[in-house]
């Protein structure tokens, strides 16, 4: 009986390192395979109303959608392909109940709300959500990528209750999430960690503030109860982050922008506005690019990082942004390790292996607790009263910088000055045009900061309603070259 | 006659067996050691790590291009002080192994069989997490190496506190105070990852996971004079291991102090644990496999077994070190390469151990 | 007349062996007694605020199939109250029963008081099986766990189970030894389960470590056919068997005289243990302590034949288990301390105690 234990106890050992192996390999063979999807940036889709119903692809749904549904009818079109969103009723037909459909949806408001179907961001593609329509009260992740976006539209009325992932809400920047700052406490908490919004702490509010939707995004973690959540009643919106192709953000802005629509909050417009605002930076931007695309100016090479001790790497939201400001990510199909996989610890004490990468530049994005990098006391315009990052206070800038580059020393690209940090609350497109500005200083763009200061600042007028005044000393960014003089 | 004979015959066999172990132990670990010089993530051959060495040793360092720069901060700066952490390391977990085995009776003992990994980690936690620690004026790495140290000795205490209420106390109820201990630390340190920042328990995971590349030359002095404390502790002790082997009654009539004697053992393998586990992390399995493959190669006699697991240990962790640097793209932590390692063997001990009487 | 005395004897006999067993059946009662008034105070307990009362008119009301229209606040509650409370109530006496048999059946098998699903490395076992089952894509995490990654659960956990048979008791193995390998083996598949984590997504990372810490915030119904299916199943098996428990713990020869092939018993009941406490780790992840440390209070009452203290176990650890979630739902409005934190931190304790107090006798 023993060898028999014995046998079996090694057969099953042989087994357990077997399949674990298989599981490693078949790990880092996902990642491989989702990491591809990720770098096709260069076709950006087109900004439209995801809702369907709107059969003709553009902003809204109004009569011209009914007419074009009837026209297809009457003339047996062909729509999958053209046309997918005539089919209002999502029964993979188009007949007269689409056309009816529609009508109702026109004629909804908030004294008669129906259910509407609309695309929903998975984890893995597209699939289809309903929802009712128009959304008067809901809950939202706290994602500060997020809460942007609602400051754009100007939803912060009808958001309720939030999850939040920082137990210490007073450190949220009150110039960018002031309108929110109500919803960020214990009272109106709906989770702790983000991925699971808790089922009673929900129904408690759905019931107190009539909220029938938890709206969401990319950026926000996986909400892994989202089934018990549909069962209740609670409809749950994904929506695209900003980091994603501009197409599909403005879409994503478009559709929260008309579900949020109750007829006098102007949500829609506005999200029309940002569509439009954010197409003509996209253009601007690709045009300048077109020089690195095709060829004619090098490739900067470089890596970000956003966390204390690590830099991103694949899967990384700013490795994103770095490929997408037309640069060179060495990283950008490494794995990470340890802290999860979109960053790497570079130290672990002397274990510096950045070292070992050829880099010609390192962007730091600080700042998860403090404003935009500046405070500027209103009463003085012009001058700094001093500098906060991490609810540290530094007393002049050379201090501040060189604490937050802290690690980075050793790079040959800072020996040479070529680091600059950035706040990492700025919404991505913004974060990308300042790259982009910085990256290709003097060879696509004038200098390294004008170009990329003067689109934050109109962005912070023209969303958040800042004043020329505030506006007039904020900075997005600081070189190393501004800050510690030119280097050698 | 002829069995005082077979007697000399024997123990000068295991003499020499001992002294062929030893031999090629150190030169299978000066092997690795020159190997470890030039690994690293960045290829270095083995002529420029020579070259590198010679020229530090004769001040005649010559830096002119980057590529230089990198290549005698990896051997000098990088390489050097963690084969010699992992050496000292690897000395001290196998040395305080082996006693602790023999202190508790049980094959299956190890350093951190008191609790101290999990009190390090509870202290490290405290610190990363709230910024509390022990010694309010320090900062940054020095205070999570201190916290962890000093939480880390807490377990042992606790041990010992009760071993004094009780007069004879077992060998056994030391092992298990001891695992209690272990679970109550490891239960408050596991809330207190999960309900900090995720970037503050991102940082508790990592520190963790335990590594090597954690000591500077700055803090390479401890090391070293813990890894010197437990050598020669550990010679002198394991001359009166051997009676303690004998059993308890036996022992005390050949006029040991059995209490005492545990005790000292405790404290001392405590104390250089702690400063292991303070500066590195827990590394498991080495403190528990080293003692038994030094008992499969030369036998039982402590006063041979104590040094032959210090080697063991020194080739091993080095090995696994040198190993968890290169492999898998970035480096896996050197506690899981020790543990994959470790396992088989672990396993094989068992089965063996079944024919023993423990 | 004269066979008076005998007859008197005899009777006197039955009289205290029925006394005897009854002091152990009123134990039992009064455990299944508390384990109900715990579910009872367990579905009353929750973030969103229902009233005592209503709390059971609901309930009541569910039961007679009452249904409301969807969205109103009638609706939610009663959506809240049955699928999450009582959901949860039910899964934690499936749970707390399941394991606190397991750890039970160990200790007989082992002859070890320090056995137990947590202790030997098994529940560190199951919970690798599920790393894995969740890289190879068979999970998301979403609550809804399929077969195969209950399987996978339980072959993993086979194997601690079998280094634990190596450790069958010779009579010379120190009850010391088996935790000590628990420990190693525990390590090993943390370890292992680090390394395959190191590979998945930073939120699957992040969901898996709340996980492992054993957690019931994502209990549904859905949960409950599996566990429930199995642990009653093994349950009972093991319920049957235990009459040859009591006669392994009296020692190897005698069990043997009597015909019981031991080796083969600790085999099937190790395994059948295994499974249930695989099953349940797989929805709620690892709750230590329970199956070491409710035995061992029943023991304290009723004293070692098994045919009792299998049935008191599986009582007491449900309602212990109970105890534990309602407290972790106080403390946190919003659900943020995972249940095995808290048993962690009443069990841990508990151990040192019952280390400490039984040093006389069984060390």
């Known amino acids: 009986m023993d060898s028999k234990i014995v046998a079996i106890v090694a057969v099953a050992i042989v087994a357990v390192v077997a399949i674990a192996a298989a599981a490693v390999l078949m790990g880092n063979g996902d990642n491989q395979a989702k990491e591809k ?152 908490c709906v989770a702790n960690s983000g991925t699971a919004v808790k089922v009673e702490k929900a129904s408690e509010f759905m019931t107190k503030y009539g909220c029938t939707a938890y709206i969401y995004s990319n950026s926000s973690s996986i909400l892994n109860n989202t089934a018990t959540l549909e069962d209740m009643g609670l ?50 931007v690709t045009n300048r690019l077109a020089k690195v695309w095709n060829g004619e100016v090098t490739q900067v090479r470089g890596v970000a990082s ?110 040479k000055g070529q680091c600059l940090i950035t706040s990492t609350m700025l919404p991505a497109p913004l974060k990308s045009a300042i790259m982009a500005n910085y990256f290709y200083a003097g060879t696509i763009f004038e200098d390294a900061t004008t170009w990329s200061t003067e689109y934050c600042a109109d962005f912070f007028k023209t969303f958040l309603g800042w004043s020329d005044d505030f506006l007039q000393g904020q900075r997005y960014v600081l070189t190393q070259e501004e800050v510690c003089g030119k280097v050698a | 006659m002829d069995k005082t004979d077979l007697l000399i015959k024997n123990y000068k066999k295991s003499q020499i067996r001992f002294r062929n172990v030893m031999v090629l132990l150190s030169l299978l670990m000066a092997a690795i050691f020159t190997v470890g010089l030039s690994v690293a993530q960045y290829p270095i051959t083995f002529s420029e790590t020579i070259k590198i060495l010679i020229d530090n040793l004769n001040n005649t360092v010559d830096i002119e291009t980057y590529d230089d720069w990198i290549k005698n901060e990896i051997v000098i700066n990088m390489n050097i002080p963690r084969l010699i952490t992992g050496m000292c390391i690897g000395l001290i977990l196998s040395v305080s192994g082996a006693i602790m085995q023999i202190t508790v009776r049980n094959p299956m003992a190890d350093p951190f069989t008191t609790g101290i990994s999990s009190g390090g980690l509870l202290g490290a936690s405290l610190f990363i997490a709230y910024g509390i620690c022990l010694i309010p004026t320090l900062t940054g790495n020095t205070a999570i190496i201190v916290n962890a140290f000093i939480f880390s000795l807490i377990p042992t205490a606790i041990i010992m506190l009760v071993t004094s209420f009780k007069k004879n106390i077992s060998p056994t109820m030391m092992i ?86 545990r005790l000292i053992s405790l404290i001392i393998c405590a104390l250089v644990t702690a400063v292991t586990v303070a500066l590195a992390g827990s590394i498991g399995f080495v403190g528990l496999v080293c003692p038994h493959i030094a008992h499969a190669l030369i036998g039982r006699n402590n006063k041979l077994v104590v040094p032959c697991a210090a080697i063991v240990g020194m080739v091993m962790l080095v090995g696994c070190d040198i190993v968890s640097k290169v492999i898998l793209t970035y480096g896996l932590p050197v506690g899981a390469v020790t543990a994959l390692i470790g396992s088989p063997i672990f396993i094989y001990m068992l089965i063996k151990s079944k024919k023993q009487s423990w | 007349m004269n066979q008076n005395p005998e007859h008197d004897a005899v009777t006197e006999l039955q009289k205290s062996y029925r006394s005897y067993i009854m002091k152990k059946l009123i134990f039992i009662g009064i455990c299944v007694l508390a384990c109900i008034a715990a579910v009872g105070i367990s579905v009353t307990v929750g973030a969103r605020p229902v009233s005592f009362q209503d709390v059971y008119s609901i309930i009541f009301r569910h039961l007679m199939g009452t249904t409301y229209t969807p969205g109103s606040t009638e609706w939610l509650e009663d959506f809240v109250i049955w699928n999450i409370r009582v959901s949860r109530s039910v899964f934690a006496v499936i749970a707390g029963a399941g394991l606190a048999v397991a750890g039970a059946v160990m200790q007989g098998v082992m002859k070890n008081p320090l056995a137990g699903p947590y202790t030997t490395g098994i529940s560190s076992g199951a919970c690798f099986g599920i790393a894995i089952s969740i890289t190879l894509g068979f999970t998301a995490m979403n609550g809804t766990m399929s077969l195969p990654t209950v399987i996978l659960a339980f072959v993993f956990s086979l194997v601690p189970m079998l280094i634990m048979i190596l450790l069958a008791p010779k009579e010379n193995v120190s009850p010391a030894t088996l935790i000590l390998t628990g420990v190693a083996i525990s390590y090993l598949f943390n370890a292992f389960t680090t390394v395959l984590m190191v590979t998945t997504d930073e939120e699957t990372l992040a969901d898996v470590y709340e996980w492992r810490l054993g ?149």
């Open chain 2, 176 to 261: 298990l105070t001891g695992i209690g201990v272990m679970y109550i630390f490891s239960a408050s340190s596991s809330l207190i990852r999960y309900l900090a920042d995720p970037t503050k328990g991102a940082e508790i995971y990592r520190w963790s996971l335990g590594s090597l590349g954690k000591v500077t030359w700055d803090n390479l002095y401890m090391v070293v004079i813990a890894a010197f404390v437990a050598i020669i502790a550990g010679i002198l002790l394991s001359s009166k291991m051997n009676t303690l082997s004998q059993g308890d009654v036996v022992a005390t009539s050949m006029g040991l102090n059995v209490r005492r004697l």
């Open chain 3, 215 to 363: 957690s019931f915030t994502n209990i549904t119904w859905s949960c409950i056919p599996v566990s429930f299916g199995l642990t009653a199943a093994c349950s009972i098996i093991l319920y049957l068997l235990s009459n040859k428990l009591n006669a392994i713990s009296m020692g190897e020869k005698e069990a043997t005289s009597l015909g019981i092939n031991i080796n083969q018993l600790r085999l099937i009941m190790l395994s059948l243990a295994s499974l249930m406490v695989a099953s349940i780790v797989a929805y709620a992840g690892i709750l230590s302590f329970i199956g070491l440390v409710a035995p061992h209070i029943v023991r304290l009452i009723i004293e070692g034949d098994n045919r009792f203290v299998i049935p008191g176990a599986a009582a007491f650890g449900a309602t212990f288990l109970l105890l534990c979630d309602v407290g972790a739902r106080i403390l946190s409005d919003v659900d943020a301390i995972p249940v095995g934190v808290i048993v962690s931190f009443v069990g841990a304790p508990l151990f040192l105690y019952l280390i400490i107090r039984q040093s006389k006798n069984m060390w």
């Open chain 1, 235 to 284: 409809d749950t919106v994904k929506v695209a982050d900003s980091v994603s192709d501009i197409g599909e953000y403005t879409s994503s802005l478009l559709l929260l922008g008309w579900l949020f629509d109750n007829g006098t909050n102007g949500t829609h417009q506005k999200a029309i506005k940002a569509t439009e605002w954010f197409i003509n930076y996209n253009n601007d």
């Open chain 1, 37 to 188: 999807e990720n770098n096709q940036t260069s076709t950006t889709s087109d900004s439209l109303l995801i809702v369907y119903g709107n059969a003709n692809n553009d902003y809204t749904i109004d009569n011209k959608d009914v007419e074009l549904i009837e026209k297809i009818i009457k003339d047996k079109l062909e729509w999958k392909e053209t046309y997918p969103f005539a089919d209002a009723n999502y029964d993979q037909k188009v007949d007269e109940k689409d056309v009816e459909k529609t009508k109702q949806i026109i004629a909804a408001g908030p004294n008669n709300q129906i259910k509407v179907f609309h695309k929903q961001w998975t984890g893995t593609g597209y699939g289809v959500a309903d929802t009712t329509y128009p959304i008067l009260a809901a809950m939202s992740s706290s994602n500060q990528t997020d809460v942007i976006s609602y400051d754009i539209l100007g939803i912060d009325n009808e958001i309720k209750a939030m999850s939040y992932k920082y137990p210490v809400h007073e450190y949220y920047d009150k110039y960018l999430f002031g309108n929110f700052f109500d919803v960020m406490d214990d009272e109106h």
């Open chain 1, 306 to 415: 956003s966390i204390d001790g690590a830099v991103n790497v694949s899967g990384s939201a700013n490795t994103e942004l770095l490929l997408k400001a037309g640069m060179d990510c060495p990283l950008a199909t490494a794995e990470g390790s340890g802290t999860g996989s979109s960053s790497l610890k570079y130290t672990s004490g002397i274990d510096t292996w950045l070292d070992y990468i050829k880099l010609d530049t390192v962007i730091i994005l600080r700042g998860s607790f403090t404003t935009t990098g500046s405070f500027i006391d209103p009463n003085a315009p012009g001058e700094y009263i001093s500098w906060s990052w991490f609810d540290k206070d530094y007393d002049n800038l050379p201090d501040a910088f060189a604490e937050q580059t802290n690690g980075f020393y050793s790079l040959e690209c800072y020996k």
